[in-house]
């Protein structure tokens, strides 16, 4: 069974930091480009970070560049999204997606580009 499980979430005060994972099983993550995504309340769903299959691309909204770190571990298969100086517009359900590229440098902060998502973590970020 391939399936994506992310882990991590949590209540967290602004200014706090969490470790968002992101676990393959049933797959090699050496082939898939992996992505974070986010729905606040009341929001539209919107491409945080992403990672190729190489490990050597990454990309980050532009909300997020400086306060969260992608990265990934082979030996694990597993994807981390570390998440930093949290403040209260962070607050969403985070999603990891996973896109087929093969072994390639590439990879894009648009959710119709995935097609295999894992249920997702809550993030709260409140006083």
């Known amino acids: 069974q391939l399936q994506l499980v992310e882990s991590g979430g949590g209540l967290v005060q602004p200014g706090g930091s969490l470790r968002l994972s992101c676990a393959a099983s049933?797959?090699?993550?050496?082939?898939?480009?992996i992505g974070w995504f986010r729905q606040g309340p009341g929001k539209e769903r919107e491409g945080v970070s992403c990672?190729?299959?190489?490990?050597?691309?990454?990309n980050y909204a532009d909300s997020v560049k400086g306060r969260f770190t992608i990265s990934k571990d082979n030996s694990k298969n597993t994807v981390y999204l570390y998440v930093n100086n949290l403040k209260p517009e962070d607050t969403a359900v985070y999603y990891c997606?996973?896109?087929?590229?093969?072994?390639?440098?590439?990879?894009?902060?648009?959710?119709?580009?995935?097609?295999?998502w894992g249920p997702g973590t809550q993030v709260t970020v409140s006083s």
């Open positions: 997606a996973g896109q087929g590229t093969g072994r390639m440098n590439y990879c894009v902060l648009s959710s119709s580009s995935y097609n295999k």
């Open positions: 049933g797959f090699t993550l050496d082939y898939y480009a």
């Open positions: 990672i190729s299959s190489t490990g050597s691309l990454t």
